[in-house]
Protein backbone atom coordinates (compact mmCIF):
# COMPACT_ATOMS: atom_id res chain seq x y z
CA UNK A 1 0.00 0.00 0.00
CA UNK A 2 1.11 3.13 -0.56
CA UNK A 3 1.80 5.55 2.04
CA UNK A 4 -0.14 9.34 2.66
CA UNK A 5 1.85 11.63 1.13
CA UNK A 6 3.21 14.56 3.43
CA UNK A 7 -0.09 16.74 3.57
CA UNK A 8 -0.07 19.92 2.12
CA UNK A 9 0.79 21.68 5.11
CA UNK A 10 3.94 20.04 5.50
CA UNK A 11 5.58 20.91 2.04
CA UNK A 12 4.41 24.28 2.25
CA UNK A 13 5.80 24.80 5.59
CA UNK A 14 9.23 23.49 3.92
CA UNK A 15 9.31 25.56 0.89
CA UNK A 16 8.11 28.49 2.66
CA UNK A 17 10.63 27.32 5.44
CA UNK A 18 13.38 27.05 2.76
CA UNK A 19 12.51 30.26 0.95
CA UNK A 20 12.46 32.66 4.05
CA UNK A 21 16.07 31.00 4.88
CA UNK A 22 16.90 32.42 0.91
CA UNK A 23 15.78 35.61 1.97
CA UNK A 24 17.09 35.76 5.23
CA UNK A 25 20.65 34.02 4.10
CA UNK A 26 20.75 37.11 1.40
CA UNK A 27 19.87 39.75 3.67
CA UNK A 28 22.64 38.72 5.94
CA UNK A 29 25.37 38.31 2.87
CA UNK A 30 24.29 41.90 2.32
CA UNK A 31 25.40 42.64 5.63
CA UNK A 32 27.70 40.33 7.19
CA UNK A 33 30.54 42.60 8.89
CA UNK A 34 27.77 44.47 10.60
CA UNK A 35 26.17 41.28 12.00
CA UNK A 36 30.02 40.50 12.98
CA UNK A 37 30.90 43.59 14.23
CA UNK A 38 27.18 43.39 16.20
CA UNK A 39 28.47 40.30 18.22
CA UNK A 40 31.99 41.35 18.70
CA UNK A 41 30.74 44.49 20.30
CA UNK A 42 27.93 42.65 22.25
CA UNK A 43 29.69 41.92 25.13
CA UNK A 44 31.77 45.67 25.46
CA UNK A 45 28.34 47.47 25.40
CA UNK A 46 27.00 44.64 28.05
CA UNK A 47 29.73 45.62 30.39
CA UNK A 48 29.49 49.48 29.91
CA UNK A 49 25.88 49.22 30.13
CA UNK A 50 25.31 51.99 28.26
CA UNK A 51 24.59 50.89 25.09
CA UNK A 52 22.36 48.97 26.89
CA UNK A 53 20.24 50.94 28.69
CA UNK A 54 20.03 52.86 25.38
CA UNK A 55 18.73 49.53 23.42
CA UNK A 56 15.97 48.64 26.40
CA UNK A 57 14.38 51.99 25.48
CA UNK A 58 13.82 51.30 21.76
CA UNK A 59 12.62 47.80 22.49
CA UNK A 60 10.17 49.59 24.83
CA UNK A 61 8.75 51.71 21.99
CA UNK A 62 6.80 48.56 21.51
CA UNK A 63 4.42 49.31 18.30
CA UNK A 64 4.83 53.49 18.73
CA UNK A 65 4.77 55.26 15.67
CA UNK A 66 6.91 57.53 13.64
CA UNK A 67 8.81 59.92 15.78
CA UNK A 68 8.78 58.27 18.89
CA UNK A 69 12.61 56.54 17.93
CA UNK A 70 14.10 59.88 17.19
CA UNK A 71 12.19 61.37 20.64
CA UNK A 72 14.09 58.44 22.91
CA UNK A 73 17.44 59.13 20.69
CA UNK A 74 17.29 62.78 21.23
CA UNK A 75 16.80 63.01 25.00
CA UNK A 76 19.66 59.67 25.33
CA UNK A 77 21.81 62.66 24.23
CA UNK A 78 20.75 65.13 26.29
CA UNK A 79 21.35 63.37 28.79
CA UNK A 80 24.69 62.62 27.98
CA UNK A 81 24.46 58.94 26.96
CA UNK A 82 27.28 57.38 24.53
CA UNK A 83 26.58 57.26 21.14
CA UNK A 84 29.01 55.16 18.95
CA UNK A 85 27.92 53.95 15.45
CA UNK A 86 28.69 50.11 16.20
CA UNK A 87 26.04 50.38 19.20
CA UNK A 88 23.66 51.95 17.25
CA UNK A 89 24.20 49.70 14.06
CA UNK A 90 23.74 46.83 16.46
CA UNK A 91 20.77 48.02 17.78
CA UNK A 92 19.49 48.47 14.35
CA UNK A 93 20.34 44.90 13.50
CA UNK A 94 18.46 43.50 16.48
CA UNK A 95 15.15 45.40 15.59
CA UNK A 96 15.33 43.99 12.13
CA UNK A 97 15.52 40.91 13.61
CA UNK A 98 12.40 41.61 15.77
CA UNK A 99 10.69 42.86 12.22
CA UNK A 100 10.33 46.24 14.11
CA UNK A 101 11.72 47.45 10.75
CA UNK A 102 10.28 50.97 10.71
CA UNK A 103 12.02 51.50 14.40
CA UNK A 104 15.03 50.25 12.75
CA UNK A 105 14.60 52.72 9.69
CA UNK A 106 14.29 55.62 11.50
CA UNK A 107 17.47 55.03 13.67
CA UNK A 108 19.29 54.50 10.55
CA UNK A 109 17.59 57.89 9.55
CA UNK A 110 18.63 59.95 12.78
CA UNK A 111 22.14 58.57 12.49
CA UNK A 112 22.69 60.12 9.03
CA UNK A 113 20.37 63.25 9.39
CA UNK A 114 20.94 64.30 13.22
CA UNK A 115 24.40 63.11 13.64
CA UNK A 116 25.75 63.39 9.90
CA UNK A 117 27.03 59.44 10.74
CA UNK A 118 28.44 58.03 7.47
CA UNK A 119 27.08 55.33 6.64
CA UNK A 120 29.51 52.31 5.77
CA UNK A 121 28.87 50.38 2.68
CA UNK A 122 27.44 47.87 4.63
CA UNK A 123 25.07 49.93 6.07
CA UNK A 124 24.26 51.07 2.70
CA UNK A 125 22.80 47.73 2.38
CA UNK A 126 21.12 47.37 5.41
CA UNK A 127 19.42 50.80 5.45
CA UNK A 128 18.11 49.97 1.50
CA UNK A 129 16.89 46.83 2.81
CA UNK A 130 14.89 48.41 5.46
CA UNK A 131 13.91 51.26 3.00
CA UNK A 132 12.15 48.23 0.68
CA UNK A 133 10.31 47.29 3.71
CA UNK A 134 9.07 50.03 5.32
CA UNK A 135 8.68 52.82 2.21
CA UNK A 136 8.63 50.02 -1.12
CA UNK A 137 10.35 49.10 -3.79
CA UNK A 138 10.57 52.38 -5.57
CA UNK A 139 11.79 54.74 -2.97
CA UNK A 140 14.46 51.66 -2.33
CA UNK A 141 15.20 51.96 -6.31
CA UNK A 142 15.88 55.59 -5.73
CA UNK A 143 17.91 55.18 -2.76
CA UNK A 144 20.25 52.77 -4.80
CA UNK A 145 20.19 55.28 -7.41
CA UNK A 146 21.65 58.28 -5.37
CA UNK A 147 24.46 55.95 -3.70
CA UNK A 148 28.23 57.18 -4.46
CA UNK A 149 29.47 55.55 -6.55
CA UNK A 150 32.18 53.72 -4.05
CA UNK A 151 28.96 52.91 -2.73
CA UNK A 152 27.59 50.61 -5.48
CA UNK A 153 29.28 47.62 -4.81
CA UNK A 154 28.52 43.74 -4.68
CA UNK A 155 26.43 44.40 -1.16
CA UNK A 156 24.38 47.26 -1.84
CA UNK A 157 23.58 45.48 -5.40
CA UNK A 158 23.09 41.92 -3.49
CA UNK A 159 20.00 43.63 -1.23
CA UNK A 160 18.66 45.42 -4.74
CA UNK A 161 18.37 41.81 -5.87
CA UNK A 162 17.34 40.99 -2.94
CA UNK A 163 14.43 43.29 -3.24
CA UNK A 164 13.61 42.11 -6.60
CA UNK A 165 13.52 38.77 -6.05
CA UNK A 166 11.39 39.62 -2.66
CA UNK A 167 8.63 41.18 -5.10
CA UNK A 168 8.55 38.48 -7.49
CA UNK A 169 9.64 41.06 -10.24
CA UNK A 170 11.35 38.46 -12.33
CA UNK A 171 12.35 41.42 -15.22
CA UNK A 172 14.04 43.69 -12.87
CA UNK A 173 15.96 41.21 -10.70
CA UNK A 174 17.34 39.40 -14.37
CA UNK A 175 18.29 42.63 -16.18
CA UNK A 176 20.04 43.65 -12.15
CA UNK A 177 21.64 40.47 -11.90
CA UNK A 178 22.68 41.09 -15.73
CA UNK A 179 24.41 43.93 -15.26
CA UNK A 180 26.16 42.98 -11.81
CA UNK A 181 27.58 40.55 -14.26
CA UNK A 182 28.31 43.34 -16.61
CA UNK A 183 30.24 45.77 -14.25
CA UNK A 184 31.73 42.25 -13.17
CA UNK A 185 30.08 42.40 -9.75
CA UNK A 186 31.61 39.71 -7.95
CA UNK A 187 28.47 37.06 -7.76
CA UNK A 188 28.23 34.88 -4.72
CA UNK A 189 26.54 31.29 -4.32
CA UNK A 190 23.83 33.46 -2.31
CA UNK A 191 22.89 36.10 -5.03
CA UNK A 192 22.30 33.27 -7.67
CA UNK A 193 20.34 31.21 -5.35
CA UNK A 194 18.36 34.23 -4.04
CA UNK A 195 17.73 34.10 -8.52
CA UNK A 196 16.83 30.94 -8.49
CA UNK A 197 14.23 30.99 -5.69
CA UNK A 198 12.34 33.38 -7.47
CA UNK A 199 12.22 31.61 -10.45
CA UNK A 200 11.41 28.22 -8.19
CA UNK A 201 8.48 30.76 -7.07
CA UNK A 202 7.46 31.74 -10.41
CA UNK A 203 7.72 28.30 -11.79
CA UNK A 204 10.51 28.77 -14.26
CA UNK A 205 12.38 25.60 -13.70
CA UNK A 206 14.22 26.24 -17.11
CA UNK A 207 15.66 29.23 -15.47
CA UNK A 208 16.53 27.58 -12.42
CA UNK A 209 18.84 25.10 -14.00
CA UNK A 210 20.47 27.30 -16.50
CA UNK A 211 21.34 29.76 -13.37
CA UNK A 212 23.03 26.45 -12.04
CA UNK A 213 24.81 25.39 -15.48
CA UNK A 214 25.98 29.24 -15.27
CA UNK A 215 27.35 28.53 -11.80
CA UNK A 216 29.23 25.92 -13.01
CA UNK A 217 30.82 27.74 -15.81
CA UNK A 218 31.83 31.10 -12.97
CA UNK A 219 33.29 28.34 -10.59
CA UNK A 220 31.26 29.57 -8.30
CA UNK A 221 30.59 26.43 -5.46
CA UNK A 222 26.94 25.81 -4.43
CA UNK A 223 26.03 25.75 -1.07
CA UNK A 224 22.92 23.78 0.85
CA UNK A 225 20.86 26.42 -0.05
CA UNK A 226 21.35 26.02 -4.26
CA UNK A 227 20.72 22.62 -3.61
CA UNK A 228 17.66 22.65 -1.07
CA UNK A 229 16.20 24.86 -4.17
CA UNK A 230 17.25 22.48 -7.11
CA UNK A 231 15.80 19.50 -5.35
CA UNK A 232 12.41 21.31 -5.13
CA UNK A 233 13.18 22.50 -8.41
CA UNK A 234 13.27 18.75 -10.16
CA UNK A 235 10.57 17.21 -7.69
CA UNK A 236 8.33 19.75 -8.77
CA UNK A 237 8.93 18.48 -12.73
CA UNK A 238 9.24 14.90 -11.27
CA UNK A 239 12.92 14.57 -11.85
CA UNK A 240 13.59 11.94 -8.94
CA UNK A 241 16.70 10.95 -11.06
CA UNK A 242 17.81 14.33 -11.78
CA UNK A 243 17.58 14.53 -7.95
CA UNK A 244 20.23 11.65 -6.79
CA UNK A 245 23.01 13.33 -9.67
CA UNK A 246 22.85 16.63 -7.74
CA UNK A 247 23.51 14.71 -4.34
CA UNK A 248 26.41 13.00 -5.69
CA UNK A 249 27.81 16.08 -7.29
CA UNK A 250 27.17 18.18 -4.17
CA UNK A 251 29.23 15.46 -2.17
CA UNK A 252 31.93 15.57 -4.89
CA UNK A 253 31.93 19.41 -4.27
CA UNK A 254 32.06 19.05 -0.39
CA UNK A 255 28.84 20.92 -0.02
CA UNK A 256 27.52 20.70 3.69
CA UNK A 257 23.61 19.98 4.08
CA UNK A 258 22.14 20.91 6.72
CA UNK A 259 19.29 19.05 8.34
CA UNK A 260 16.44 21.11 6.50
CA UNK A 261 17.83 19.97 3.03
CA UNK A 262 17.53 16.67 4.57
CA UNK A 263 14.00 17.29 5.27
CA UNK A 264 13.36 18.68 2.36
CA UNK A 265 14.79 15.53 0.86
CA UNK A 266 12.78 13.09 2.68
CA UNK A 267 9.01 14.81 1.73
CA UNK A 268 10.24 14.59 -1.94
CA UNK A 269 10.39 10.96 -1.50
CA UNK A 270 7.86 10.47 0.22
CA UNK A 271 5.52 12.39 -2.34
CA UNK A 272 7.19 10.08 -4.90
CA UNK A 273 6.23 6.98 -2.95
CA UNK A 274 9.71 6.40 -2.50
CA UNK A 275 9.20 5.06 1.37
CA UNK A 276 12.50 3.43 2.20
CA UNK A 277 14.76 6.38 0.13
CA UNK A 278 12.81 8.79 2.18
CA UNK A 279 13.45 6.76 5.90
CA UNK A 280 17.24 6.95 4.90
CA UNK A 281 17.18 10.31 4.49
CA UNK A 282 15.61 10.86 7.69
CA UNK A 283 17.73 9.13 9.44
CA UNK A 284 20.45 11.35 8.13
CA UNK A 285 18.13 14.59 9.06
CA UNK A 286 18.28 13.14 12.77
CA UNK A 287 22.20 12.36 12.49
CA UNK A 288 23.04 16.09 11.91
CA UNK A 289 20.93 17.87 14.28
CA UNK A 290 23.15 20.09 16.38
CA UNK A 291 22.38 21.37 20.30
CA UNK A 292 21.44 24.39 19.51
CA UNK A 293 19.29 23.71 16.20
CA UNK A 294 15.78 23.84 18.70
CA UNK A 295 13.23 21.80 18.13
CA UNK A 296 12.21 22.00 15.09
CA UNK A 297 13.95 19.33 13.58
CA UNK A 298 12.36 16.59 15.37
CA UNK A 299 8.79 18.41 14.87
CA UNK A 300 9.81 17.81 11.14
CA UNK A 301 10.76 14.20 12.16
CA UNK A 302 7.38 13.14 13.43
CA UNK A 303 5.56 14.68 10.86
CA UNK A 304 7.50 13.32 8.36
CA UNK A 305 7.53 9.67 9.66
CA UNK A 306 3.92 9.87 10.15
CA UNK A 307 3.61 10.52 6.42
CA UNK A 308 6.02 7.06 5.99
CA UNK A 309 3.45 5.26 7.73
CA UNK A 310 6.24 4.68 10.61
CA UNK A 311 4.39 4.99 14.13
CA UNK A 312 7.08 2.95 15.71
CA UNK A 313 9.20 6.22 14.50
CA UNK A 314 6.77 8.79 15.55
CA UNK A 315 6.48 7.35 19.16
CA UNK A 316 10.48 7.44 19.19
CA UNK A 317 11.10 10.73 18.19
CA UNK A 318 8.10 12.12 20.88
CA UNK A 319 10.06 10.06 23.41
CA UNK A 320 12.98 11.63 22.40
CA UNK A 321 11.65 15.42 22.22
CA UNK A 322 9.94 14.39 25.55
CA UNK A 323 13.92 13.94 26.94
CA UNK A 324 15.89 16.72 24.92
CA UNK A 325 14.13 19.83 26.40
CA UNK A 326 12.94 20.10 29.88
CA UNK A 327 9.74 21.88 28.06
CA UNK A 328 7.49 19.98 25.39
CA UNK A 329 5.81 23.14 23.56
CA UNK A 330 2.52 23.29 22.26
CA UNK A 331 4.06 23.09 18.65
CA UNK A 332 5.45 20.01 19.20
CA UNK A 333 1.82 18.79 21.20
CA UNK A 334 0.55 19.58 18.30
CA UNK A 335 2.80 18.08 15.75
CA UNK A 336 2.29 14.65 17.73
CA UNK A 337 -1.45 14.83 17.52
CA UNK A 338 -1.36 15.73 14.17
CA UNK A 339 1.35 12.60 13.29
CA UNK A 340 -0.91 10.22 14.94
CA UNK A 341 -4.24 11.66 13.24
CA UNK A 342 -2.64 10.96 10.24
CA UNK A 343 -1.46 7.58 11.30
CA UNK A 344 -5.54 7.16 12.34
CA UNK A 345 -4.52 6.30 16.00
CA UNK A 346 -6.81 7.46 18.44
CA UNK A 347 -6.01 5.65 21.16
CA UNK A 348 -2.58 7.53 21.24
CA UNK A 349 -4.16 10.49 20.62
CA UNK A 350 -6.21 10.81 23.70
CA UNK A 351 -2.71 10.05 26.04
CA UNK A 352 -0.81 12.55 24.34
CA UNK A 353 -3.86 15.15 24.70
CA UNK A 354 -4.33 14.24 28.88
CA UNK A 355 -0.61 14.26 28.75
CA UNK A 356 -0.73 17.89 27.58
CA UNK A 357 -3.68 19.04 29.62
CA UNK A 358 -1.84 18.06 32.48
CA UNK A 359 1.18 20.42 31.17
CA UNK A 360 0.07 23.11 29.87
CA UNK A 361 0.71 27.23 31.12
CA UNK A 362 -0.99 28.47 28.33
CA UNK A 363 -4.62 26.99 26.51
CA UNK A 364 -4.60 26.35 23.45
CA UNK A 365 -7.25 25.77 21.68
CA UNK A 366 -5.55 23.98 18.35
CA UNK A 367 -4.86 21.12 20.45
CA UNK A 368 -8.09 20.75 21.72
CA UNK A 369 -9.33 21.63 17.96
CA UNK A 370 -7.12 18.63 16.80
CA UNK A 371 -8.47 16.05 19.26
CA UNK A 372 -12.38 17.10 18.09
CA UNK A 373 -11.00 16.45 14.28
CA UNK A 374 -9.84 13.25 15.31
CA UNK A 375 -13.20 11.83 17.57
CA UNK A 376 -14.91 12.83 14.16
CA UNK A 377 -12.79 11.11 11.78
CA UNK A 378 -13.71 8.16 13.40
CA UNK A 379 -17.31 9.13 14.18
CA UNK A 380 -17.42 9.73 17.92
CA UNK A 381 -19.20 12.14 17.81
CA UNK A 382 -20.27 12.10 21.29
CA UNK A 383 -16.93 11.95 22.39
CA UNK A 384 -16.22 15.07 20.21
CA UNK A 385 -19.06 17.00 22.19
CA UNK A 386 -18.01 15.87 25.33
CA UNK A 387 -14.40 16.71 25.78
CA UNK A 388 -15.48 20.47 24.20
CA UNK A 389 -17.83 20.39 27.50
CA UNK A 390 -14.92 19.18 29.57
CA UNK A 391 -12.40 22.36 27.73
CA UNK A 392 -15.21 24.80 28.71
CA UNK A 393 -15.39 23.71 31.93
CA UNK A 394 -11.67 24.44 32.08
CA UNK A 395 -12.69 27.99 30.69
CA UNK A 396 -11.43 27.01 27.06
CA UNK A 397 -12.64 29.18 24.72
CA UNK A 398 -13.64 28.24 20.97
CA UNK A 399 -12.28 29.50 17.75
CA UNK A 400 -13.65 29.96 14.13
CA UNK A 401 -11.78 26.47 13.50
CA UNK A 402 -14.22 25.09 16.67
CA UNK A 403 -16.87 25.71 15.05
CA UNK A 404 -16.27 24.87 11.82
CA UNK A 405 -15.09 21.35 12.83
CA UNK A 406 -18.48 20.97 14.59
CA UNK A 407 -20.38 22.43 11.64
CA UNK A 408 -19.56 20.63 9.11
CA UNK A 409 -19.30 17.50 10.74
CA UNK A 410 -23.29 18.10 11.63
CA UNK A 411 -23.99 19.45 8.59
CA UNK A 412 -22.31 16.34 6.95
CA UNK A 413 -24.63 13.89 8.66
CA UNK A 414 -27.75 16.47 8.04
CA UNK A 415 -28.05 17.01 11.74
CA UNK A 416 -29.12 20.53 10.63
CA UNK A 417 -30.14 21.74 14.44
CA UNK A 418 -26.97 20.84 15.75
CA UNK A 419 -25.51 22.70 13.18
CA UNK A 420 -27.48 25.69 13.90
CA UNK A 421 -25.91 25.29 17.54
CA UNK A 422 -22.53 26.00 16.38
CA UNK A 423 -23.73 28.89 13.92
CA UNK A 424 -24.81 30.67 16.88
CA UNK A 425 -21.75 29.77 18.77
CA UNK A 426 -19.66 30.98 15.79
CA UNK A 427 -21.39 34.47 15.43
CA UNK A 428 -20.29 35.11 19.28
CA UNK A 429 -17.01 34.74 17.72
CA UNK A 430 -14.66 38.27 18.37
CA UNK A 431 -14.19 40.70 15.17
CA UNK A 432 -16.35 38.78 13.40
CA UNK A 433 -13.79 35.75 12.44
CA UNK A 434 -17.00 33.49 11.75
CA UNK A 435 -17.87 32.97 7.63
CA UNK A 436 -21.10 31.00 6.90
CA UNK A 437 -20.65 30.32 2.23
CA UNK A 438 -23.24 30.80 -0.21
CA UNK A 439 -23.91 26.71 -0.31
CA UNK A 440 -24.17 26.48 3.49
CA UNK A 441 -26.75 29.10 3.68
CA UNK A 442 -28.94 27.96 1.12
CA UNK A 443 -28.42 24.43 3.06
CA UNK A 444 -30.15 25.41 5.98
CA UNK A 445 -32.54 27.39 4.76
CA UNK A 446 -33.57 24.99 2.02
CA UNK A 447 -33.98 22.89 5.12
CA UNK A 448 -36.11 24.71 7.28
CA UNK A 449 -38.49 25.29 4.27
CA UNK A 450 -38.80 21.57 4.35
CA UNK A 451 -38.86 21.05 7.54
CA UNK A 452 -41.54 23.97 8.25
CA UNK A 453 -39.38 24.60 11.20
CA UNK A 454 -40.11 28.48 11.43
CA UNK A 455 -38.31 28.71 15.06
CA UNK A 456 -35.17 27.70 13.08
CA UNK A 457 -35.56 29.42 10.16
CA UNK A 458 -35.80 33.24 12.57
CA UNK A 459 -33.12 31.96 14.45
CA UNK A 460 -30.65 31.32 11.60
CA UNK A 461 -31.78 34.85 9.83
CA UNK A 462 -30.74 36.20 13.43
CA UNK A 463 -27.17 34.39 12.63
CA UNK A 464 -27.39 35.77 9.22
CA UNK A 465 -27.96 39.50 10.93
CA UNK A 466 -24.82 39.12 12.81
CA UNK A 467 -23.05 37.92 10.15
CA UNK A 468 -24.13 41.32 8.25
CA UNK A 469 -25.35 39.07 5.07
CA UNK A 470 -28.85 38.84 5.36
CA UNK A 471 -30.73 39.78 2.25
CA UNK A 472 -34.01 39.75 0.09
CA UNK A 473 -33.14 35.67 -0.55
CA UNK A 474 -33.01 35.08 3.32
CA UNK A 475 -35.94 37.33 4.10
CA UNK A 476 -37.82 35.14 0.79
CA UNK A 477 -37.11 32.08 2.80
CA UNK A 478 -37.84 32.60 6.20
CA UNK A 479 -41.02 33.33 4.64
CA UNK A 480 -41.90 30.75 3.12
CA UNK A 481 -40.85 28.83 5.56
CA UNK A 482 -43.08 30.74 7.94
CA UNK A 483 -46.28 30.13 5.10
CA UNK A 484 -45.44 26.53 5.05
CA UNK A 485 -45.11 25.92 8.96
CA UNK A 486 -48.48 27.93 8.95
CA UNK A 487 -47.59 30.30 11.17
CA UNK A 488 -47.72 34.04 11.36
CA UNK A 489 -45.31 36.96 11.85
CA UNK A 490 -46.63 40.21 13.20
CA UNK A 491 -43.14 41.93 13.06
CA UNK A 492 -41.76 40.49 9.92
CA UNK A 493 -42.85 43.63 7.85
CA UNK A 494 -40.59 45.92 10.35
CA UNK A 495 -37.85 43.51 10.94
CA UNK A 496 -37.32 43.89 7.14
CA UNK A 497 -37.37 47.71 6.72
CA UNK A 498 -34.87 47.75 10.27
CA UNK A 499 -32.90 45.46 7.94
CA UNK A 500 -33.11 48.21 5.11
CA UNK A 501 -34.06 45.55 2.73
CA UNK A 502 -36.26 46.74 0.06
CA UNK A 503 -39.53 45.03 -0.09
CA UNK A 504 -39.43 43.51 -3.62
CA UNK A 505 -42.20 42.03 -5.84
CA UNK A 506 -41.64 38.34 -4.23
CA UNK A 507 -41.42 39.30 -0.77
CA UNK A 508 -44.72 41.65 -1.17
CA UNK A 509 -46.12 38.79 -2.26
CA UNK A 510 -45.07 36.30 0.45
CA UNK A 511 -46.31 38.88 3.06
CA UNK A 512 -49.17 39.24 1.64
CA UNK A 513 -49.85 35.46 1.37
CA UNK A 514 -48.99 35.65 5.05
CA UNK A 515 -51.34 38.36 6.10
CA UNK A 516 -54.31 36.84 3.75
CA UNK A 517 -53.58 33.26 5.88
CA UNK A 518 -54.40 35.17 9.14
CA UNK A 519 -57.49 36.29 7.96
C1 LIG B 1 32.41 61.00 5.96
O1 LIG B 1 32.98 60.56 4.75
C2 LIG B 1 33.55 61.62 3.97
C3 LIG B 1 34.00 61.03 2.65
O2 LIG B 1 34.54 59.74 2.82
C4 LIG B 1 34.67 62.27 4.75
O3 LIG B 1 35.26 63.34 3.99
C5 LIG B 1 34.15 62.79 6.06
O4 LIG B 1 35.19 63.32 6.84
C6 LIG B 1 33.46 61.68 6.83
N1 LIG B 1 32.81 62.26 8.01
C7 LIG B 1 32.90 61.70 9.19
C8 LIG B 1 32.14 62.39 10.30
O5 LIG B 1 33.51 60.67 9.43
C1 LIG C 1 23.06 25.24 5.41
O1 LIG C 1 24.09 24.83 6.28
C2 LIG C 1 24.30 25.70 7.37
C3 LIG C 1 25.50 25.21 8.13
O2 LIG C 1 25.88 23.94 7.77
C4 LIG C 1 23.06 25.72 8.23
O3 LIG C 1 23.21 26.62 9.30
C5 LIG C 1 21.88 26.16 7.38
O4 LIG C 1 20.68 26.09 8.12
C6 LIG C 1 21.75 25.27 6.15
N1 LIG C 1 20.69 25.78 5.31
C7 LIG C 1 19.86 24.97 4.67
C8 LIG C 1 18.83 25.62 3.83
O5 LIG C 1 19.93 23.75 4.75
C1 LIG D 1 9.96 2.19 10.76
O1 LIG D 1 11.30 2.64 10.73
C2 LIG D 1 12.21 1.75 11.35
C3 LIG D 1 13.55 2.43 11.39
O2 LIG D 1 13.87 3.00 10.17
C4 LIG D 1 12.22 0.44 10.58
O3 LIG D 1 13.10 -0.47 11.20
C5 LIG D 1 10.81 -0.13 10.55
O4 LIG D 1 10.78 -1.26 9.74
C6 LIG D 1 9.83 0.88 10.02
N1 LIG D 1 8.49 0.38 10.21
C7 LIG D 1 7.57 0.44 9.26
C8 LIG D 1 6.24 -0.07 9.61
O5 LIG D 1 7.81 0.89 8.14
C1 LIG E 1 0.95 28.03 23.56
O1 LIG E 1 0.01 28.65 22.74
C2 LIG E 1 -0.47 29.88 23.22
C3 LIG E 1 -1.58 30.34 22.31
O2 LIG E 1 -1.28 30.10 20.97
C4 LIG E 1 0.67 30.86 23.30
O3 LIG E 1 0.21 32.09 23.81
C5 LIG E 1 1.72 30.29 24.20
O4 LIG E 1 2.81 31.15 24.23
C6 LIG E 1 2.14 28.94 23.72
N1 LIG E 1 3.04 28.33 24.67
C7 LIG E 1 4.16 27.76 24.30
C8 LIG E 1 4.97 27.18 25.41
O5 LIG E 1 4.52 27.69 23.14
Known amino acids: MAPPAPSAGVRLLLLRRLLSTA ?50 LNKWVREGGALRVEDLVKHVKELRKYKRHAHALELMDWMVHARGMNMSHTNHAIRLDLIYKVRGLEAAEAYFAGLPDPAKNHRTYGALLNCYCS ?111 AESALKKLEGLVGADDGRAPFDFLMSLYASAGNLSEVNRVWDVIKVKFSKVT ?50 MTEEAEALWEKAKEKGAEFDSKTCELFLDHYMGKGGMTLALNWVENMIKLPNKAGKLDQDKIHEFQKYFEEHKDADGAERFC ?28 RSLRQQIKDDKIEICYDIGKLLKRMDDKGR
Not at 39 to 66: D, I, P
Not at 358 to 372: A, G
Not at 464 to 489: M, N, Q
Open 23 to 72: TEAAEEAAAPTAAATATATAAKAGKKGGSLALYRRLSALGRSGEGSVSRV
Open 167 to 277: AKMEEKATDLYNKMGELGIYSSALGISNLMSLYMKLGRHGKVDSLFEEMKVKNVKPNNLTCCILMTSYASSNKIDAIEELLKEMAEKDVTLGWSAYSTLASIYLNAGLVEK
Open 330 to 379: NISYLGMLQALYKLNDIDRMKQIYVDWESNYETYDVRLTNMMIRGHMKFD
Open 462 to 489: NCLRTLGCIDGKAYESLLRTYLAAGKKS
